[in-house]
Each structure stands twice: as C-alpha cells, then as structure tokens.
C-alpha cells in the first residue's frame, strides 16, 4: 500500500531527469545546428508522406550508425586481416608485401573510415534533418522522455514504404492531369467556330519565321517555316459516324520532284507521336518550336548536332498549368536530340 506514492514520483523523475539516448543525441545536435543554420522551413507533420520519408532518413542514419560501430577496431584493422589469416587472402583482398604497403593500406583504411564519418555528420546535421530533430524533441518531451518507440525496434521498412506512398502520390497526380485534359477537351471539341479563333490567336503573335496559310475549310491549314525550309500540312481528322474533329494529322509539303528530307521525316514523327492530339494550339506551338531548328541546341547536351549529325528533331512540352485564361495559354518546348532525349 505503501509502495504506491513513493514509487510514482520515482519513475517520473528518471524519466524527466534521465533523457533517454535519442534525445540527448537529438539536443546534442539540435543546438549545433540551430546555431548554423538559422530557420528551418515550415513541415507539415499532417502529411503521412512527409512522416513517413522523415523516418527513413532516420532509418537510414541508425543503418550508418550500425556501419560506423564496425569502423573501430575491425574496419580499421582490415590490411592486417590477410595478414594474420591467410584464408582471407584473395586477389582482391592481398595480404600487404611490406611494411611500407602496409603502412598506408593503414592510413587508406582510416583515411576512408574518416571521411564516412564526416559524411555521415553532415548528413545528420543537413538542412533537411533539422525540422526533423525538431519535430523528435517535441515529441519526446511530450512524451515526458519516454521513448517513442516502445520495442526500440523499427517495425517497418520506411524506405520501402515511402516508395509505395510516392508511387501511389504519383498515380494520383497523373489522375487528376487526365481528368482535367479530357474537361479541356470536351470543352475544346464542343465549342463552335473554336478552330479559326485558336487559328487567329495564333496568327496574330506573329511568330518570326512562322506562317499561317488557310486551307480550303476551317479544319485544314498549312504552316511554313520559313528559317527551317520546311511546310507542314495540318488537317482535322473527323471520328467515323460524326462531324466533329476529334484530333489534327500532320504531313509535310514537299515540292514537286523533291522527297521528304531525314530531318523532316523526323520532325513529322515527332509531331505526329505528340500527345494532347485534339490540341490545335498545342501543336501550332509545337510546329512553331521548330522554327529555328538549325539554330537551336539540345537542351540535354547543349550541342547543334550529336555525333550522328542530327539536329536535336525530339520536342517535348514543359509542363504548364492551365491558366485561369485557357486561351491566352502558350506551350513551351524543349528540344532533344533523338540520342538524348
Ligand atoms: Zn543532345
């Protein structure tokens, strides 16, 4: 009966008053970095992937810290194993000929052990660790020092875990991207008139070296490029059983006796594999981003021609947010040679 209010307050200050191993590591630190480094940036500690990726990169410290405890003495005595057993010796393990060898297979070893030593303080103390420490000792001393885990065991591979949540984010996303193209297209193909006011659009931006030519009905259109020597023939292609456009065909306009070139035949390609088929100002802007395509450097190699003398022929859009206006929207390409793209 007696032991009951004597042993409470004893727990308690062990707890309070003998910080757990954790926690001076993390104060330890903690202070050390907050001296360096000013402040950290806000965390959203709602957020599962963000929980989840912060203790991986705890995971992944204890695993070093598990790599550092071999460094002393076995790490730093490994030229001498071939040495003192010759089982161990093998061509990529010889035992050391001299002294001298010896000598600076020793100072290579702690040389070596050193600098894994020095990476792994400064991955603890990283930028990126520091809201994490942080969010560590607040908890701890929520918990009134009790350690947080209590098996003192990791019981999951967050690694493994933040790849599927990543993975899982990522679907999520490409989702949402697909969704909101298919509403763009609805809204595109249902729209009267749309083709000759994207047409127009175009046209009065008065892209240098582009020009527009209008076929004989609204859905057909040649573009010249006038720099590249090139003219491209746009034509709408109408779904079997319906008048309504649903995607564009490029080909290209050669002169009489003149067949196409690689580089247009490449270009074509190109154009003609792009996504978002139903987007005339996507590939009016793309037609366009071939306008210099002889002054124009990959953006990958930095080079006009790689090694196969091709100019870089691949265009691939940046990544836009639909604006608020979707028709003032402009897409913007990257060019790539076919090797680097
Ligand atoms: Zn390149």
Redesign the pocket.
Known sequence: MSTAPTSAPAANSTATSVPTKIERQASGMQGTIQSGNGNAKPVNWESEIQLVSSLAKLQELERKIHEIRQFVPAGLLEPIVPISSSNTVSTNNPAAETPAILRNDLEHAAHDRLASLEQFQSLWRSPEMKPVWAHVEARLGEANGQILQPTGMWEKDYDVLLAELTKAEKGKEDERLREEEDAERTKALSSEGEWTAVIERFEQRNVPGVRVMKGQNQTSLAIALSRAGMVFLVAGVRDYNSSAVSGWQVSSRVAPGRSTTKLEQAVLECLNSRPRKWDLAFLLDMIASYADIKQTP?I??A?LT?NAAQL?TIRRAQSTQPSTDDKSRLFVFDA??P??A
Request: with cysteine; hydrophobic share 10%; proline share 10%.
């Open positions: 990959c990958k190699c080079q790689n870089p790539f040679h090797s680097c």
